[in-house]
């Protein structure tokens, strides 16, 4: 089944502790994201990769850090979390980008950081 | 002015209503958009796409107007299982840029 899968789907941490949120899809897609989801806010997104060895910051990048080392995964890297990162984070991938391709989300990952 | 502004709602409607939501949008040279649908806190999914002056899709109808900068998305015959919070979502040279949605409750 084509899909992309975020691990994990919840998580609770503390202020300062490293954490990595996974992503992958089976889709051979170049393109990937991450967003993140506010109440009252539209999705956000913080960063980008157009494919492999490429990534790019988006409008809220601050705080957080990927990498694209192959074309099935994208982690989203959060070195030092605080409280204001508290979320629900989206993975989204699609063939080409858009707009030319219709972007495919993840189930998303609910963070919560005390 | 917000990038993408859409009335939160939420709309209660009755089933069988038709429902229209609208959605205006700040940059001018914005040339694709697309509808989102979003089902309480999960996942977006991609309900329609409009690249010309509108779509129809079934009981779905979406028209766009680039002089005034809004577009519309139209729903009839309303199910419960349209309920849902529906994203605005205009392209700007590649970046999606996400309206905070509409919420729709469709009530027996």
């Known amino acids: 089944e084509a899909q992309v899968t975020q691990n994990p789907r919840y998580l609770i941490t503390v202020t300062g502790k490293k954490l990595t949120v996974t992503c992958s899809q089976n889709?051979?897609?170049?393109?990937m994201s991450w967003y993140r989801q506010d109440p009252g806010l539209g999705l956000r997104q913080i960063y980008y990769s157009m494919n492999v060895e490429v990534t790019d910051k988006g409008d809220v990048p601050e705080g957080y850090k990927v990498s694209r080392k192959e074309k099935r995964n994208f982690p989203l890297i959060l070195e030092s979390p605080s409280p204001n990162q508290t979320s629900l984070y989206f993975c989204?991938?699609?063939?080409?980008?858009?707009?030319?391709?219709?972007?495919?989300f993840g189930n998303g990952t609910r963070l919560t950081v005390t | 002015r917000k990038e993408v502004e859409q009335d939160p709602g939420p709309f209660n409607v009755p089933e069988g209503a038709t429902v229209a939501f609208n959605c205006t949008y700040s940059?001018?040279?914005?040339?694709?958009f697309f509808w989102y649908r979003q089902d309480c806190r999960k996942e977006p999914k991609l309900l329609m796409s409009?690249?010309?002056s509108g779509n129809e899709d079934g009981r779905f109808t979406a028209q766009l107007n680039r002089a005034s900068q809004y577009i519309s998305l139209l729903i009839r015959d309303s199910k419960l299982s349209d309920s849902a919070t529906y994203l605005c979502?205009?392209?700007?040279?590649?970046?999606?840029?996400f309206g905070q949605g509409t919420e729709l409750s469709v009530k027996p």
């Open positions: 940059n001018s040279a914005s040339q694709s």
């Open positions: 989204a991938s699609s063939l080409r980008g858009p707009p030319n391709s219709p972007l495919h």
């Open positions: 409009v690249y010309s």
């Open positions: 889709m051979n897609h170049e393109y």
């Open positions: 979502v205009p392209d700007q040279g590649g970046k999606l840029i």
